[in-house]
């Protein structure tokens, strides 16, 4: 038994730190919405990112334009320069990473902004503290029917 708790805890270990050894800089060169953006790698090449644990809406939808405007606004405040921590990728192949713009993680702006729906259930499954602060902000937003809950 102790045998089979040590492996896994040290598999969940490998795979983490794996996961963190690849974040890297880049440069957002296109934001397709508040919630993905095209990142540049240090080798020039452009990855899909979607951010992680955050839901926007659709293209089309009410506030869906905002929350575009709002992550467009950060990182062109912060001359478009990014901080990725990868977090695994989507059922369809696009990577998911917590995109840290200006030392404020993107998803945190979104969710102040009243702007996104933080899948707490993800957060649970990767250990990732930070969706605590993000929750706040969106039970706050519900509270006071701002945003994406003004209705």
């Known amino acids: 038994m102790k045998i089979l708790l040590f492996s896994i805890f040290f598999s ?3 795979a983490t730190s794996a996961l963190a050894t690849e974040k ?3 440069k957002v060169v ?3 919405d508040g919630a993905t953006l095209d990142i540049a790698k240090p080798d020039g090449q452009i990855e ?3 951010l992680f644990a955050i839901a926007v809406p659709q293209a ?3 506030h869906a334009e905002a929350a575009t405007k ?3 606004s950060r990182c062109h405040q912060w001359d478009n320069v990014a ?3 990868p977090m695994g990728r989507g059922k369809d192949g696009v990577a998911v990473a917590r995109v840290i713009v200006g030392q404020e993680d993107i998803a945190n702006v979104l969710a102040k902004a009243c702007l996104a729906r933080v899948n707490m259930k993800l957060c649970r499954e990767q250990f990732t503290p930070e969706c605590v602060g993000w ?3 969106e039970l706050q937003c519900r509270d006071e029917k701002k945003g994406l809950w003004a209705e």
Do not use: C, D, M, P
Request: hydrophobic share 50%; no cysteine.
């Open 70 to 72: 709002r992550t467009t």
């Open 60 to 62: 089309g939808a009410k």
């Open 135 to 137: 929750n706040a902000w």
């Open 83 to 85: 901080e990725v921590f």
């Open 30 to 32: 296109t934001i397709i």
């Open 48 to 50: 899909r990112i979607r």
């Open 24 to 26: 890297f800089s880049g």
């Open 12 to 14: 969940v270990l490998v």
